[in-house]
């Protein structure tokens, strides 16, 4: 199993251009999500997924679109860059394990630079 | 969703115990607690989970009191890849959507 795969690793985009994070999983989990991570702080959740065709808002989703077509990918969108969004990118997928709990395995991350 | 407060940084030396304590004085009945770390350019990795009282795996234990508005992570015998930020998470995340503070950052020296 490769777990939850990110691509790509570093990227650089000028201000105003729009790409895609991609991110897919083997794990068959039902949840999914995407967090942003600046330098020094802690992980923020930007959208989320609780299944194909289900998504949701996260703590900090402007500027950010995303979509769930299948199980295994969640890719992340970015309409128009701005430096703000310069940031280290994480997938993640979840299952539950009792409860209202889950447990998240998170991939590599891509570190984004926006100039 | 439940505040929590945790040191922001901490030291150790090799081969010595290592307890993270998390405060979080408003966590609700069904509240579980969850431990995450995160080694430098890697995304965080599970450690623990807990309700209440004592909880151990090959990684760590977790100990919680009875009221439960606090928790401990304790690491035995740390070693420098021990060297992480470990963050406690407190409810939420029951579709995956887990909210993140800043977390402890460990300084294991030798």
């Known amino acids: 199993n490769a777990g939850v795969t990110q691509t790509p690793k570093f990227q650089v985009l000028k201000t105003g251009q729009s790409m895609t994070l991609q991110c897919a999983q083997d794990m068959n989990h039902e949840y999914m999500s995407w967090y942003r991570q600046d330098p020094g702080m802690g992980l923020r959740l930007i959208h989320y997924s609780v299944g194909a065709g289900i998504t949701d808002q996260g703590e900090v989703p402007n500027g950010y679109n995303v979509s769930r077509s299948t199980t295994e990918d969640f890719p992340l969108r970015l309409l128009s860059a701005a430096p703000s969004q310069t940031s280290v990118y994480f997938c993640?997928?979840?299952?539950?394990?009792?409860?209202?709990?889950?447990?998240?395995?998170f991939g590599q991350g891509t570190r984004l630079t926006v100039v | 969703l439940a505040k929590t407060t945790q040191p922001i940084s901490m030291d150790s030396y090799e081969g010595q115990e290592v307890n993270i304590t998390c405060s979080h004085n408003n966590i609700a009945t069904n509240d579980y607690i969850t431990w995450y770390q995160q080694f430098p350019s890697q995304g965080p990795r599970f450690i623990i989970q807990g309700y209440k009282t004592k909880v151990t795996n090959e990684v760590a234990s977790l100990f919680i009191p009875a009221d439960r508005k606090s928790s401990t992570l304790s690491l035995p015998r740390v070693s420098l890849s021990d060297t992480a930020v470990y963050y406690c998470?407190?409810?939420?995340?029951?579709?995956?959507?887990?909210?993140f503070g800043k977390g402890t950052k460990l300084s294991v020296k030798p």
């Open positions: 993640a997928s979840s299952y539950p394990i009792g409860g209202a709990n889950t447990e998240a395995f």
């Open positions: 998470l407190v409810g939420g995340g029951s579709q995956g959507n887990l909210i």
